[in-house]
RNA sequence: GGCGGCGUAGCCAAGUGGUAAGGCAGAGGUCUGCAAAACCUUUAUUCAGCGGUUCAAAUCCGCUCGCCGCCUCCA
């Protein structure tokens, strides 16, 4: 088996091979630290971090550079508008995000550099540019000059007359080309500013990129990703820059990926139609977001709605239910290790099949392209037999037991790649239902004093006076289950 | 205007040449005092529409319709 990877610069899947066998450098373009992040920015990152955490699974060594924007127009209006330094607007988001990125359960980066830290090695490589005759200054700005690339929107896959023709931009006066961008740009009266050759100025959006990726990965290296509003004009300049100062191919695999939609729109803080990764965390559990995040294919648009959102819940708690049910199996009994199919029951040959199946079937998954949703279809398919062994096979049964530890395995590992499925069980149910008993316009007090009552008249016989209560609850979102051990709730 | 993507059941969603995964919701059954949960069965002769290529197409080609994205900052 081997991993094939959609290339935005091919605009095909290839197969996987990295630069230096064994070893993966990645770079992912980070956030500008404005403001709080929204379920788009979440989506980016998740979906890198699912890549990153299967990579590793592959057995590669991974170097992960994860950048943080910290100087920026948007981040000096901030500050201007709230009469701060612009530092302490960056430093202060970088801090949200990061939280925010804790929360939904990211592995850290290798490197998470800033661009204000990288300042020498950006004037360096916009001197390098100048030397070499693709660059120019103007004034105290410094332009690239995109005309002398040959390979310029080799990525986008436009060309510059088509651009020009639907440019929604003034052009500068002092750019030789309109598509010509800025390397540096010169600080205006009171803006933050670093001494450069070209006088006091700021480093221009995409060349920090460039800047930290190859000091971090080299001039060559294996992946480089971020949303797909990033492939023009941000990645297409990155490669501009980078491999008109090196004379080497930058990356070999651009991968990128979809929009978080809102009623079928992009989510953006322009249109304004976002919702904020806390937010979302306020009423839906973190590893629900994770999932709704990868329940669909990383570059198809994904519509964010609370019936989706709450669909994704049911799902997580259908396989917590199912790997909780498998933890009461566990104990007691030593579990056999060598399991003679002619002594199984059906549901039990089938679990058996399916966990010998799984990990190739995971793989094969993943390998077309991290297809997670896919994925997560095998999980639910390994659910139901799990599900089905539970129905049908009692506690003694200790081949049922090995079988049912040995498909818990199977999801924690599929859990550990898509980052869940990683907490225990019970625990995850008792947060789910604390948060939905958060919601409630009745108190545990008065539920379990209810379900006493009900107790009481259930060995009555009195099921008049029983099935009122429960009914009195079921239109309270409380839902009652009685089992051998006795009545438990949940909330609807 | 240019370039690109998408359109699969009530909803979400895999599937890029070999005869439609999975989830949610629904229906029937088992279980239950009755329920719920779980299990079993069931729910697209069909993949926006129309043509074409092929022994074979949701998958390839063409056209039409609809939606979206990029071309300005954006994950």
Known sequence: MTLRVYNTLSAAKEEFVPLVPGKVRMYV?????????????????????????????????????????????????????????????????????????????????????????????????????????????????????????DGYLKLSGRNLEEMQAGARIEVDERKRHPMDFALWKEAKPGEPFWVSPWGNGRPGWHIECSAMSMKYLGESFDIHGGGKDLIFPHHENEIAQSEAATGKPFVKYWLHNGFVNINAEKMSKSLGNFFTIREVLDKYDSEVLRFFLLSAHYRSPLDFSDQNLTEAESGMERIYKALAGSAEFAGGDEIPTDLDPQSLTDAERELLAKNAAFQERFREAMDDDFNTALAVGHVFDLVRSVNRVLAESGRERREAAALLAAAGGNIADTGSVLG?????????????????????????????????????????????????IRDYLLARNIVLLDGPQGTTWQVK
């Open 29 to 149: 373009c980070g956030v500008t630290v404005y403001d709080f992040s929204h379920i788009g920015h979440a989506r980016a990152n998740v979906v890198f971090d699912v890549i990153y955490r299967y990579l590793r699974y592959l057995g590669y060594d991974v170097t992960y550079v994860r950048n943080y924007t910290d100087i920026d127009d948007k981040i000096i209006n901030r500050a201007n508008r709230d009469g701060v330094p612009f530092h302490e607007i960056s430093e202060r988001f970088i801090r949200e995000f990061d939280h925010d990125m804790v929360q939904l359960g990211l592995q850290l980066p290798t490197i998470q550099p800033k661009a204000t830290e990288h300042i020498p090695e950006i004037i360096a490589l916009v001197q390098a540019l100048i030397e070499r005759g693709v660059a120019y200054q103007a004034g105290g700005d410094v332009y690239f000059c995109v005309e002398k690339f």
């Open 420 to 468: 869940i499925f990683t907490s225990e069980p019970a625990a995850y149910l008792e947060r789910i239902k604390a948060r939905k008993t958060a919601e409630l316009a009745i108190s545990v007090e008065e539920i379990e004093g209810l379900i006493a009552e009900r107790g009481t008249a259930r060995k009555a016989k009195d099921f008049k006076r029983s099935d009122e």
